[in-house]
């Protein structure tokens, strides 16, 4: 998508966008059934684990922002024609 510039890229990762919110929710879910189990080995890479989550989501976020952007002007080329 960035280096084509390809709207129908950035339709489909924007598609993606709830898919990743699942993924993300259930690796949490799943990080804290460990946690409550007792599972030292969870409880030693908690904060690398939920840092990492989030800023997954972060950098999926950003690139999203850029996608819409992609979106927009792929409209705006749609209603120029």
Do not use: P, W
């Amino acid at each position: 998508m960035f280096v084509s510039g390809d709207a129908e890229a950035a339709r489909l990762l924007l598609q993606d966008k709830s898919e990743v919110r699942r993924s993300e929710r259930a690796a949490t879910a799943n990080h804290l059934f460990r946690l409550r189990e007792g599972r030292l080995e969870t409880l030693d890479t908690m904060a690398m684990h939920v840092d990492t989550l989030r800023d997954l989501k972060r950098i999926h976020s950003h690139i999203c922002s850029v996608a819409y952007l992609f979106q927009e002007r792929d409209e705006e080329v749609a209603v120029a024609s």
